[in-house]
């Protein structure tokens, strides 16, 4: 059995979750449900990023203390993992005391290496917010943002990393192992700011002004500023199992590839002499008209909203149906119910009814045999055999919208099928041939609609488990073994009818006017 580790980012726990965070979750569980069904040994990681000014400045609003205020919102985060049927094997938080021991350990051993050392760092500090600034936060004129308050060039002592010695190696290692970053027009895009001199890493930050981190093991006047903390949950999780370590995969949004991702991580890794990971698959933003969706912009969907009204597999259908991986997506309710019905409702839902109301019928509720192959049956299992075989390699490659598209394609034309072939024309000759071919027809919609919701089962977990609960269906332990066409359903009793995808209750209508008597 090969091991496939994969993470998702860790979120800041200064807001509650919203649609963003829910897609990372949703796109990981949809690797990590597929690696297992692909028979890998899968560990998922996901968890929660708690340190820093952000959480001590919300928790100091609330007049609570800073741990407080991360068990609170933390369990939000967590709370939310189930609700979207997710698979994590483990969920670290940065507070944990296991994660803290490997950042002060990886941390002291890169001091004792020369690889970090202390200097002045020279910057623009806002006392309002109480952060240091940008050249990116200017305004146009050269101004700073009126949200900052007073703003003043300040000169601190802290500690660094060398990063700039290693830029040379990471644009080797980038330039061999190109496809260590997914979508590769990503890692193009690194290479491309690799071009520019790299600086120097600040990682700490004087106590006086930042309380709530990880006390440098070597100077306690000191704490681990944002990176050197956030980015080691991945290995702290792992750190006494290489062999999980060893297939590392992380999930995470391009707004934080580079440089964090891209170029810190890598290089803290190899200065501190552990093996890089596999690869980094970069998704792009959930947008609402052209602005991502996030918490300062106010614009954010809360997922369990979505997921209280669909149900989960909807809400993580449309998520993984409309996003092409890497790229951005307009998030509106218009386009998810045009998928929900057409899709979900209309073309799955249809299919399982009209296989379940036939069966029924025609078969007194045991799926037949299939008994003659015409052009129309050859026609859709010749579907399914280029169906299945385009779907694993675009499943491999992380492109699950287009293996759903597929998916849909197949069931459309099952759906078509069935209209063609009309059992219940057939039902109504007393011809034997017509008898043999009803048979048929019944024992290839239910056959195709096995099939079709054992490749949607990595997205629609729920769903796939209820439609082979009611075709009277226990599948085989090793999924593969499943996608081949073979009339696994003959003689299953076929339960009466399943209610999958409800149509959205309708705006309210006037009531009719009461009749004259
Ligand atoms: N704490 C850091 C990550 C540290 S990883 C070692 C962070 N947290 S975050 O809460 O701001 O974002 C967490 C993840 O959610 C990121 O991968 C980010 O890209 C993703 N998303 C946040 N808003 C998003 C959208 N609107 N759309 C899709 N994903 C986005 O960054």
């Not at 509106?332 to 119910?337: A, D, G, I, S, Y």
């Not at 000759?429 to 043999?436: G, I, L, R, V």
Request: contains cysteine.
């Amino acid at each position: 059995m090969k091991s496939f580790y994969i993470t998702t980012a860790i979120d800041y726990v200064n807001g509650s979750p919203h649609l963003g965070h829910a897609y990372e979750k949703v796109l990981t569980d949809t690797i990590a449900r597929f690696r297992r069904q692909m028979g890998d040994r899968v560990h998922f990681l996901t968890g929660v990023d708690e340190h820093g000014q952000k959480v001590q400045a919300s928790a100091k609003k609330k007049g609570i203390a800073p741990q407080q205020f991360c068990d609170e919102v933390s369990a939000e985060f967590r709370a939310l993992l189930p609700k979207l049927t997710i698979t994590n094997d483990d969920f670290i938080r940065t507070t944990e005391e296991r994660h803290q021991t490997v950042v002060r350990a990886v941390l002291q051993q890169l001091f004792d290496k020369g690889e970090i050392y202390q200097a002045e760092y020279k910057g623009f500090y806002s006392t309002r917010q109480e952060q240091f600034l940008q050249e990116k936060d200017r305004l146009p004129d050269g101004t700073w943002p009126e949200l900052f308050g007073e703003v003043t060039e300040i000169v601190e002592s802290n500690y660094f990393f060398k990063l700039k010695q290693y830029q040379e190696w990471l644009v080797e290692f980038l330039t061999t192992n190109e496809t260590f970053i997914f979508p590769a027009y990503r890692q193009k895009q690194v290479l491309e700011f690799l071009k520019e001199p790299l600086n120097d890493l600040c990682i700490s930050r004087p106590r006086e002004r930042l309380e709530w981190g990880i006390p440098l093991p070597f100077d306690a006047g000191y704490v681990t500023y944002v990176w050197f903390d956030a980015l080691l949950n991945y290995y702290s999780a792992v750190a006494d199992r290489p062999e999980i370590w060893a297939e590392a995969h992380h999930v995470i949004g391009k707004d934080i590839l580079v440089p964090p991702h891209a170029v810190y991580w890598p290089i803290m890794l190899k200065a501190a002499g552990i093996s890089l990971p596999k690869g980094i698959i970069a998704h792009g933003w959930w947008m609402t008209r052209g602005a991502k969706m996030s918490k300062s912009t106010g614009n954010a969907l809360n997922p369990l909203d979505l997921v209280t009204e669909f149900g989960a597999d909807a809400f993580r259908y449309f998520l993984i149906r409309e996003m092409n991986v890497g790229q951005d997506s307009d998030f509106t309710r218009e386009q998810f119910l045009v998928r929900y019905n057409s899709e979900l409702a209309n073309n799955l839902g249809n299919l399982v009814n009209r296989t379940l109301n036939m069966t029924t019928r025609f078969a007194g509720g045991v799926v037949p045999a299939a008994e003659v192959e015409e052009d129309l049956e050859k026609s859709l299992r010749d579907l399914w055999t280029k169906t299945r075989d385009e779907f694993l390699p675009l499943c491999e490659g992380y492109q699950f919208h287009t293996a759903l598209e597929r998916a849909m394609v197949f069931l459309t034309e099952t759906n078509a099928y069935i209209e063609k072939r009309a059992p219940w024309k057939l039902g109504k000759s007393t011809e034997a041939k017509d008898a043999a071919l009803l048979r048929t027809s019944l024992a290839t919609m239910a056959e195709a609609l096995r099939l079709a919701v054992a490749i949607i089962q990595h997205v629609t977990p729920t769903t796939t488990e209820k439609i082979n609960a009611v075709l009277g269906y226990t599948p085989g332990a090793v999924w593969r073994d499943e996608l081949n066409w073979g009339g696994k359903l003959t003689g299953a009793k076929v339960a009466g009818a399943l209610v999958l995808f409800p149509r959205p209750a309708p705006p309210e209508k006037p009531a009719a006017p009461a009749k004259l008597a």
